[in-house]
């Protein structure tokens, strides 16, 4: 078992199945030691765990929840990629775009789902940048969409 | 005739001229085996070839089709940095910008016109990671800009 | 005095403090040679300096003023990563977020405040890739967030 599977398991989470892309492209790409991630959604099984805006119909909390719902399919997607995500040696960046109603601002709260989730599982090696934007809408009406780009040995 | 141009012309296709950045930038810069290109609108001959919101004044279809322009355009600005997109090892990632209107949640539909002139394009190499997200207004009012990181050798 | 605090000084600018980051996240992150930023606010001394969407609360004109000090406030991450800002090889990519009133289509007039400064401090090192987005809201209800990607050696 896997140092961060390990975590993972202490959380009470495990890596899903790669989420199928919603259109004609890969979950992530490898080049040097990178690993880009496609934009993923809060899907569980190949079903979207929630629809709407933040603010709105999603509460905060909840997004949070399904911020770090986005950040296990990336995960997934890169670990399809690497091999063992015990090889990733640094998480680089995060961004994380909101589904926001035209009043909520604290969209870095709903991505701090995604960046302590990442902080527990890979402790120093998972400090990353952020940007965190409110967007209108996102793909079938996602309250979430995170990317990440990962560097591996 | 580089083996790209020959794709492009069974699709009835060519690359166009680099357009011409909006403001104080350039169309595409190198760094090591990686060009990343700025977000390309679909312009045609200097033009925005339509404006509006997707979901709103442009339909779905038609948004595809301007993702297609898009990618031209961000290929042409590789080309030009590069000197033959033959030199292309791998598109590493797409993201897609779909300036929607609220009710509008087909975003991937409309950048799968990039993405599946990509894959006619360049085949194997042309599988990308890709984000598309809905936003509330693009430059000039464009329904649609794409940016791109591509892997050369 | 390094070469690049000599041009801010002609400018009448200094980098800033880095920016304390709103959640679990740091300023930026190296990998390779190249320094990935975080999305940077308009914040001046742990103050977001102007709250609103530009083209209703926030002119196009102080979008642009707000962008230039989103970009110091880039720098001087880049700076605490890499030392000094001395070793910028390039700057390789801007991406400008403006929160933008529905009506507001001048997104690359406001992001120039970025790409302007850059051009000043940096020359031919400074011509750099960039995307231009409309979003809905940014953190705080910012105006305008700009992240960076900086290649050095």
Chains 1, 2, 3 share one sequence.
């Not at 040696?89 to 709260?109: E, H, M, N, W, Y």
């Amino acid at each position: 078992m896997s140092k961060i599977d390990r975590a993972l398991a202490e959380l009470g989470l495990t890596l899903p199945a790669v989420t199928k892309p919603l259109a004609a492209y890969v979950p992530a790409v490898v080049t040097g030691n990178l690993v880009f991630t496609s934009g993923q959604l809060p899907m569980i099984d190949g079903v979207l765990a929630e629809a709407g805006k933040v603010g709105a119909e999603v509460s905060a909390e909840r997004g949070k929840e399904l911020a770090q719902i986005c950040v296990l399919n990336a995960l997934a997607a890169v670990a399809a990629e690497i091999g063992s995500l015990d090889r990733v040696t640094r998480i680089v960046k995060v961004v994380g775009f909101v589904a926001s109603d035209p009043g909520f601002l604290a969209q870095p709260s709903v991505v701090n789902g995604a960046s302590e989730l990442i902080g527990k599982l890979f402790g120093d090696l998972g400090t990353h940048a952020r940007s965190s934007l409110g967007v209108a809408v996102l793909p079938l009406d996602a309250p979430v969409e995170i990317e990440l780009i990962v560097e591996f040995a």
